[in-house]
């Protein structure tokens, strides 16, 4: 399994653009890179996923470079209601075992 | 589609007993995952169950168990409570289609509290 090494905190600015990087050396071939966010009291929700390049939708954005070893979680404007945390996680192959971590606590500031 | 539902939402036990907790998935998900989340070890993977049979597993101790029905309901059992097994109890199910990673849609979870 890929590991994932990411910011365990990051506070913002409401309006701002946040950015959240995850580094997974191990990679395989086969793993997508998948992001969750996780209010209080609730269970993750699915924001974004992607295998290369760029995705985007209507909530966030995700980068990987050429070497896929890390990826970048783009929040534009974040708001007050983004407050969460945020988990990567690699895996694929069909399979459901992967490693959420601890996430990164993303705190907005009026 | 209703999404996951997970009972009971909470549960208070004392050290020894054990415990069972259930996992409605969305229609039509075939894969069921658990996740044991704790304020110091973050989420965990526990097991995951597809078409009855699991089919990965976490590093937990034998006292954690679980299985799937045909209906693709599941549930998990933890054996001789630890206070160490207070926690979030996680589920989530995926339409799994093969070939790559799926989206996994979780429930609220079960607070487990051992005494």
């Known amino acids: 399994l890929a590991k994932t090494t990411q910011p365990i905190s990051m506070d913002s600015y409401e309006g701002q653009e946040v950015n959240i990087t995850c580094s997974h050396n191990n990679i395989a071939t086969n793993d997508y890179i998948t992001w969750y966010q996780q209010f209080p009291s609730q269970g993750p929700r699915f924001i974004i996923q992607g295998y290369k390049t760029k995705v985007t939708n209507e909530v966030a954005s995700l980068f990987i470079p050429a070497d896929r070893k890390s990826s970048t979680l783009s929040l534009p404007r974040v708001s007050l209601s983004d407050t969460a945390v945020y988990y990567c996680?690699?895996?694929?192959?069909?399979?459901?075992?992967?490693?959420f971590g601890i996430g990164t606590k993303l705190q907005v500031i009026p | 589609k209703a999404g996951v539902t997970q009972t009971p939402r909470y549960l208070i036990k004392t050290r020894g007993q054990q415990v069972t907790l259930s996992c409605s998935p969305i229609?039509?998900?075939?894969?069921v995952s658990w996740y044991q989340q704790t304020p110091g070890q973050g989420l965990q993977f526990l097991f995951e169950y597809f078409s009855e049979t699991q089919r990965n597993k976490g590093n937990f101790p034998g006292r954690f168990s679980g299985r799937q029905f045909s209906n693709s309901r599941s549930e998990m059992n933890v054996s001789t409570l630890e206070l160490g097994d207070s926690a979030l109890y996680l589920c989530a199910s995926s339409p799994f289609r093969g070939g790559s990673y799926n989206e996994q849609f979780f429930g609220p979870g079960t607070r487990l509290t051992v005494l």
């Open positions: 996680l690699v895996g694929g192959g069909g399979y459901q075992k992967v490693t």
């Open positions: 229609s039509g998900h075939r894969s």
